[in-house]
């Protein structure tokens, strides 16, 4: 079991309830309601959210607006940016067992896995970004096209924007937010999901803690159908920039239409990952399975659907079987757990409803493993075999340990496969095991997704690349230099000399 200091230090935050950061204060919002956050490996209450209202809303966009236009921010240098956003990933890095600890109480995953993979992530997210601060800009073309003018571009911050987070990587979602906004030069008004606040609170605290002017990060919590909405809703919001599920990203992108707000949405997948015959075949079952069993199958681009060549199917769903079987599911602050509970228990029923759903399609259970434990929303790690393509575990994001594995014929040609890995209404990610680099290529051009990794990478690549989906995965794409430039108006300027 982790240090219990540490249990205490993060504790420090889950009993500051209702709080809200509206222009560097923290602030109770304009009612008093509060809602239980829980702890999903014991199901117990471990602190209270704020839910914020309308007004609360407003006042945090006012504070962004100000902060935007008057104040220190819109006056500091590049450097003096890229300063606070590289001392707030100093901040992260500082309070890493902390952050670690926070995230395993309130979301659910192994404490290792949020300390090597979460914190170093929003760490290295915000450097990153915080080295675009002195490189973005506009061009001046070598020529005039039409007469004498002097002609140039520029980039200009967007504005205030709105970014709304889900629950499956609080820390890394909320630094994905405000690392590319603020490094652009915009401010921000946070919601983060209601069912994991903490991170973000604590987020701010630390960004106000290594000098961030008042206004430039405002938090507000609660719940997406009002306090997001009202976000979204708000006339003074340049930008929204989302994070969740293809439902909730179609209705932002609906409400955003009336005044034309820009839009990013990170939505969900059902991504591949195809297993070729001359690939380490023990090795790519072994990670499939590993895959699955990172933040419990909650990943957005967690491979979900595994279709392995007729030839070494049997292998591949026996060394599925043998892996899954030795799953430790427990609790997350324990040294030794691989697999949390879920998040919720709606989630729970979600996932159990899509097992008994293939079970009644014809579906069978070629692999499982974990016992569950205790009062948590434990759920063994999955493997389902025998689905046809268009079931519905087979074309919905479970969101869940759950794999569906089946298999694929082509022998030369790749036809067959391309279309069972395209047959999807998503496109975030696919994964593809095989020795064979003219088969890479060929399958990396005609994969219609926004990642695609080969031979065991994960899904979150080089923070120097973009990330996002084709299809209903979403609109944009975050990381890499577009990440920033979404961020940002371009505008042209002619000057008659
Ligand atoms: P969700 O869509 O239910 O909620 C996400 C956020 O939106 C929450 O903060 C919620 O309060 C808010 N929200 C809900 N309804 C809203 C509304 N009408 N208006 C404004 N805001 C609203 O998603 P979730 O269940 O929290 O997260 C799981 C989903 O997130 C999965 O589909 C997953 O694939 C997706 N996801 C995508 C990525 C990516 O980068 N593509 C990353 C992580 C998670």
Same mark, same amino acid.
């Given at each position: 079991t982790i240090d219990k200091n540490l249990d205490h230090l993060a504790r420090g935050i889950l009993s500051r309830p209702g709080r809200l950061l509206i222009a560097g204060k923290w602030v109770s919002g304009a009612s008093d309601e509060l809602a239980d956050v829980i702890n999903p490996a014991t199901t117990d209450v471990i602190g209270e959210v704020s839910i914020a209202r309308d007004v609360d809303v407003d006042a945090a966009v006012i504070a962004a607006r100000r902060a935007f236009e008057d104040g220190p921010w819109p006056r500091m240098t590049a450097g003096e940016r890229a300063r606070l956003i590289w001392k707030l990933a100093d901040a992260i890095d500082g309070h890493s067992d902390e952050l670690a600890t926070l995230e395993s109480l309130n979301g659910g995953n192994p404490f290792e896995s949020n300390r090597q993979f979460d914190v170093r992530v929003a760490a290295e997210r915000l450097r990153y970004n915080a080295g675009w601060t002195n490189k973005i800009g506009g061009m001046v073309p070598?020529?005039?096209?039409?007469?004498e003018l002097f002609s140039y571009s520029m980039r200009e911050p967007v504005g205030v924007v709105g970014a709304i987070t889900p629950w499956n990587a609080p820390l890394i979602m909320a630094v994905g937010k405000i690392a590319p906004a603020v490094a652009a030069g915009c401010t921000i008004v946070l919601k983060p999901s209601e069912l994991t606040p903490f991170t973000a609170l604590r987020l701010g605290e630390l960004a106000m803690e290594v000098g961030?002017?008042?206004?430039?990060i405002n938090i507000v919590t609660g719940f997406g159908a009002d306090v997001g909405q009202a976000l979204v809703n708000h006339r003074d919001v340049n930008k929204i920039s989302f994070t969740g599920s293809t439902r909730v990203g179609k209705s932002i992108l609906a409400a955003s239409a009336d005044r034309l707000k820009r839009v990013t949405l990170e939505l969900g997948g059902k991504s591949p990952i195809i297993i070729f015959p001359d690939a380490d075949v023990e090795a790519a079952a072994r990670a499939t399975v590993a895959g699955i069993f990172f933040k419990s199958g909650q990943f957005c681009a967690a491979g979900t659907r595994v279709f392995a060549h007729r030839k070494i199917y049997d292998r591949v769903v026996a060394e599925m079987a043998r892996v899954a079987k030795s799953v430790r599911i427990g609790d997350?602050?324990?040294? #030794?757990?691989?697999m949390g509970p879920l998040i919720s228990a709606a989630q729970l029923a979600r996932v159990e409803a899509y097992v008994d759903g293939a079970r009644k399609a014809g579906a069978e259970i070629v692999a499982e493993g974990g016992d569950t434990v205790g009062r948590g929303y434990f759920h063994p790690a999955m493997v389902l075999g025998g689905?046809?393509?268009?079931a519905s575990a087979m074309q919905e994001e479970i969101f869940g340990p759950v794999l569906c594995v089946s298999a694929f014929d082509d022998d030369g040609g790749l036809d067959e496969v391309i279309k069972l890995a395209n047959?999807?209404?998503?496109?975030?990610a696919a994964y593809l095991w095989t020795r064979d680099v003219s088969v890479v290529h060929r399958m990396a051009r005609s994969i219609r997704a926004g990642s695609i990794s080969v031979?065991?990478?994960?899904?979150? #690549?080089?923070?120097?690349l973009p990330f996002g989906g084709y299809n209903q995965s979403g609109i944009g794409r975050e990381g890499g230099s577009l990440g920033v430039e979404g961020h940002t108006e371009i505008k042209t300027v002619n000057i008659a000399i």
């Open positions: 070598l020529a005039p096209t039409h007469g961030f002017p008042d206004g430039v997350p602050l324990e040294v #030794g757990t691989d689905l046809k393509v268009d047959a999807s209404d998503y496109g975030l031979n065991g990478a994960r899904g979150a #690549g080089n923070e120097g």
